[in-house]
């Protein structure tokens, strides 16, 4: 199971999610989106027109069951359009992504897919490439266990490294 969460909306790109499941649809692969937004209903629009059985809305839920359901993920996804603004963005998501240690899917570019390659996070493209997404969800469904345990270590430490509090605490008071 694929899991985004967050905002359904005009900036993450779901054109190419709505694509990318089209693709894997004749695999195991289930594309589960927990928010809410603008673009929903279009989603759920194309599901219909499409008749696409592997993406799942289930609304929005707490923000303190977040963690629940990144344990039930087998991979977590991060989708930002291509647009100048966002290849400058570090979504806000990546953080608590990383400490759920599941391998990362981006679908975004600039920095958030360069830590997601550079630190072996998981499996990324640029926006715009649905197939090329759709490939990396199929490669990323059969990462073996050894895998998945080196990509968790590699989230954790990543995540110890840049967030934890000592960290930032320590970087404030060099600025200082």
């Not at 199971?1 to 900036?11: C, K, Q």
């Not at 806000?92 to 570019?109: D, R």
């Amino acid at each position: 199971n694929i899991v985004f969460t967050g905002n359904i909306g005009e900036s993450q790109g779901f054109e190419d999610i709505v694509e990318a499941a089209k693709m894997t649809s004749h695999t195991s692969i289930n594309w589960i989106l927990i928010g809410d937004g603008r673009k929903k209903d279009w989603i759920k629009s194309q599901m219909e027109d499409h008749n696409i059985k592997n993406i799942y809305i289930p609304g929005r839920y707490p923000l303190e069951l977040m963690p629940t359901y990144f344990s039930l993920a087998d991979i977590l996804l991060i989708t930002l359009k291509k647009d100048e603004v966002f290849s400058n963005t570090l979504p806000a998501k990546l953080q608590p992504y990383l400490t759920s240690g599941k391998p990362i899917l981006g679908n975004l570019s600039g920095e958030g897919l360069d830590i997601i390659q550079k630190n072996s996070l998981g499996l990324g493209c640029d926006p715009g490439n649905p197939a090329q997404l759709a490939k990396l969800a199929i490669e990323m469904s059969l990462l073996t266990k050894s895998k998945i345990s080196e990509i968790k270590k590699n989230c954790l430490e990543l995540n110890d490294n840049i967030f934890s509090k000592d960290k930032i605490f320590k970087t404030l008071i060099s600025e200082i």
